[in-house]
């Protein structure tokens, strides 16, 4: 291979890698679905909420809450720390407290979800989210430069299941129903904080079979500034 085609073949290799990079970067719009199986009318909202898993710029992320297992069925994904990331939003969105279903659009809109295309026009109105640069690579975080509101932001590691999954429901107000779920979430850590410095936070490995998200994001349940899935 001559000099001249070994430096073409280099260009585009390092072009391919660039755009793979810009690609893998994307911003992205969080989209927050909190819902219980307890709740007899989240299963629409539910559904709204596959139909936009698979939308490009779109993270779809379902929480499932706790505050409905009294009603006789006990939430197979439900947990505590769920619930209280949805009260944390309720005062900024001028709710009075939590409600199922919510679906909250990077951190800064809300809506009930379950009409149809109500999630679509929450996600055209509400954007992406638009901070600093923020990457997932060789065991690590990556969080580029920019403006911190208020001088920090939390980091937040999310851990979910990619896909749908049918839950059958023995008790409760959906007794008899087989609810899907799209990508729910498992488990939520804060892992530090981003004062606008470029800054990087060791990734902790993943459990078998689960995904990776992780948000930068406004304390005290505000805007989310980036988000990046794996």
């Not at 809109?109 to 989210?129: C, F, K, N, R, T």
Request: aromatic residues 6%.
């Amino acid at each position: 291979m001559s000099t001249k085609r070994i430096a073409l073949s280099g260009l585009l290799a390092a072009s391919l890698l660039s755009s793979i990079g810009t690609a893998f970067a994307q911003p992205l719009t969080v989209v927050e679905l909190f819902t219980s199986q307890g709740c007899s009318s989240c299963p629409p909202a539910n559904a709204n909420l596959i139909k936009v898993k698979d939308q490009p710029g779109v993270l779809a992320l379902s929480f499932n809450v706790t505050y409905w297992d009294y009603l006789g069925w006990k939430d197979t994904f439900g947990r505590e720390e769920f619930t209280q990331r949805q009260v944390r939003y309720e005062p900024s969105l001028g709710r009075s407290g939590p409600f199922t279903p919510q679906v909250v659009v990077n951190g800064g809109a809300d809506a009930v979800g379950a009409a149809p295309g109500e999630i679509e026009q929450l996600i055209s109105s509400s954007g992406h989210a638009k901070g600093p640069s923020l990457s997932l690579d060789g065991g690590k975080i990556s969080i580029g430069a920019g403006s911190a509101p208020g001088g920090k932001a939390d980091v937040w590691l999310v851990r979910y299941n990619k896909g749908v999954i049918e839950v059958p429901v023995a008790r409760g107000e959906n007794t008899g129903r087989t609810l899907p779920h799209a990508n729910v979430v498992h488990s939520l850590e804060k892992l530090g904080s981003w004062s606008g410095d470029a800054t990087s936070l060791p990734l902790p490995a993943a459990s078998s079979g689960l995904s990776t998200a992780v948000l930068v994001q406004t304390p005290g349940g505000g805007p989310i500034l980036a988000a990046v899935a794996n």
